[in-house]
């Protein structure tokens, strides 16, 4: 955690003299090392929801009842395994399971 923080701290230095090429090679090489596999691929589906909302639709677009859930992610009915470990499926479950704070802020990617 130390090692990101370092990370983070340096890109927060850097970042109005380089060029946005530069900052995202710099991300690379600090945050993908210190990620695993099982983190850069949830962390992947994240940016694939956030990137194509357009795709998703909300509770309350598909029911208007007013309850706690009603800004996650509509999940569909599956019955196939396969389709449940899909990209689609998969990314809607892992967004809705964020604090509200995080997805909140998920339209400033």
């Given at each position: 955690m130390k090692?990101?923080?370092?990370?983070?701290?340096?890109?927060?230095?850097?970042?109005?003299?380089?060029?946005?090429?530069?900052?995202?090679i710099?991300?690379r090489a600090?945050?993908?090392?210190?990620?695993?596999l099982?983190t850069?691929?949830?962390?992947?589906?994240?940016i694939?929801?956030?990137?194509d909302?357009n795709l998703?639709?909300?509770?309350i677009e598909i029911?208007?009842?007013?309850t706690?859930?009603?800004?996650?992610?509509?999940?569909?009915q599956a019955?196939?395994?396969r389709y449940?470990?899909?990209?689609?499926?998969?990314?809607?479950?892992?967004?809705n399971s964020l604090?509200?704070?995080?997805k909140?802020?998920?339209?400033?990617?």
């Open positions: 090692k990101l923080s370092t990370a983070c701290q340096i890109i927060r230095n850097v970042k109005t003299f380089l060029s946005a090429l530069a900052l995202k710099i991300y600090f945050f993908h090392l210190a990620m695993s099982t850069q691929y949830l962390f992947s589906l994240l694939f929801v956030v990137q909302s998703f639709s909300t509770n029911h208007n009842i007013d706690r859930q009603r800004n996650n992610l509509y999940i569909p019955n196939l395994t449940q470990k899909g990209a689609y499926y998969s990314g809607i479950k892992i967004f604090p509200m704070e995080t909140n802020a998920a339209d400033n990617l």
